[in-house]
């Protein structure tokens, strides 16, 4: 997906993604949103996020980080 997604980006494209899984969205993006209750309830870039604490324990199962996911995707 980073290969497909990245090509797009890197040709000035922005691309909108919708995806439930929030490990894979932050691993491909470059910024995020969370929504909750149909409002924006975090948002930045998606290096940031994954290293968040509160987006950790909320979204990715605890206090674990994502790093990994996103250099292995690039």
Not at 26 to 49: C, F, M, P, Q, S
Not at 53 to 71: D, H, M, N, P, S
Request: aromatic content about 6%; overall charge positive.
């Amino acid at each position: 997906r980073r290969k497909v997604v990245g090509g797009f980006a890197d040709g000035g494209v922005a691309v909108l993604g919708v995806e439930q899984n929030p490990r894979q969205a932050l691993a491909v993006a470059d910024r995020a949103y969370g929504r909750e209750t149909g409002r924006i309830a975090w948002e930045g870039k998606a290096k940031d996020l994954a290293a968040d604490e509160r987006v950790q324990r909320a979204y990715l199962g605890g206090f674990e980080t994502i790093a990994k996911a996103q250099e292995s995707a690039s």
